[in-house]
């Protein structure tokens, strides 16, 4: 039977003993339930979370640096020509990326180093992603320009030439409505 | 200081290490709790106890070789130290003297 990729996947994110996931593996082969799998890796992982993430072994090599510098030059390129309002959010993205990691680094060495961490420390991660959230989306809001006013026959000349449909009222028995019409066509 | 007592999981495990020597590792021990005290055991709640255990010095583990079946990882075997072997038979004594003089269980082979 071949290995259950999903389940090992989350058993090598989640769970620090090796042996642990040689012996669900090992015992998934004798039963061959996945039933019994899921239920052992939701323990597994449940009961493995207090102390945090395990950092993959670095056993694949390192990217090919002029493929990932040129992957990074485009994205900047691209961010900076489309939207360049979306640098306030790829910028709080970041931050809020970096002080995710450097909790998990922490809780991580903490781990290693110290006793197990206590449950409370879990949320610390989820914490500082929900305050990196909450920054992106308020400075996202903040790149949206105030409403200026601007002359009525103008704004809707311009939308003429911005738009491929501009809709007009009607002057029926209206004077104004007839009077900014008129005013447009000449 | 006073005596230092297992809850019942510790005990199973620590019994079960006993039972299977020098092959107790994870899926022999709750194998061997499943045969014999008919409880269903999740490897990752064992591996909590064991943990547990092994910090408080009542057993300790030795890391064995890797086998393909396992898909390439080792075995993690555990045996009981002597502090473990002294809380079991703490732990026994304890529970038979909470056993004796209880009337209701009296003459009750079941």
């Known amino acids: 039977m071949s290995e259950p990729t999903v389940a090992v996947a989350l058993l090598q994110v989640f769970c620090r003993d090796e042996a642990l996931v040689g012996d669900i593996?090992?015992?998934y082969e004798f039963r061959r339930s996945r039933a019994w799998l899921w239920r052992q890796v939701g323990v597994a992982v449940i009961f493995s979370l207090p102390y945090g993430m395990v950092r993959p072994a670095r056993y694949a090599p390192k990217m090919q640096m002029p493929i990932g510098g040129l992957g990074f030059v485009t994205i900047v390129a691209l961010i900076t020509i489309v939207a360049p309002g979306a640098?306030?959010?790829?910028?709080?993205g970041a931050m809020g990326g970096i002080a995710l990691a450097v909790a998990l680094v922490m809780s991580t060495r903490h781990r290693v180093m110290h006793e197990p961490m206590v449950r409370g420390h879990v949320l610390l991660p989820f914490l500082v992603l929900?305050?990196?959230v909450g920054a992106a989306s308020r400075s996202n809001a903040q790149t949206l320009e105030p409403a200026v006013a601007v002359d009525p026959v103008d704004g809707i000349v311009d939308a003429f030439n911005?738009?491929?449909v501009v809709m007009l009222p009607g002057g029926h028995g209206s004077k104004p409505a007839h009077n900014l019409l008129m005013k447009i066509l000449r | 200081m006073g005596r230092e007592l297992l809850t019942d999981f510790e005990l199973m495990i620590l019994l079960a290490?006993?039972?299977?020597?020098d092959e107790a590792y994870g899926v022999v021990i709750a194998r061997e709790i499943e045969t014999t005290a008919g409880r269903t055991v999740l490897l990752g709640a064992a591996y909590a106890a064991l943990e547990r255990l092994e910090r408080n010095g009542l057993v300790a583990s030795s890391v064995g070789e890797p086998t393909a079946l396992r898909g390439g990882r080792a075995k993690r075997f555990f045996r009981v130290t002597p502090r473990g072997l002294r809380s079991v038979k703490d732990t026994q004594r304890a529970l038979i003297a909470l056993w004796s003089g209880v009337p209701q269980l009296k003459g009750d082979e079941r």
Do not use: S
Request: net charge neutral.
């Open chain 2, 17 to 21: 290490i006993l039972r299977a020597g």
């Open chain 1, 25 to 27: 593996l090992e015992e």
């Open chain 1, 87 to 92: 640098w306030w959010f790829v910028a709080a």
């Open chain 1, 162 to 164: 911005t738009h491929k």
């Open chain 1, 130 to 132: 929900l305050i990196g």
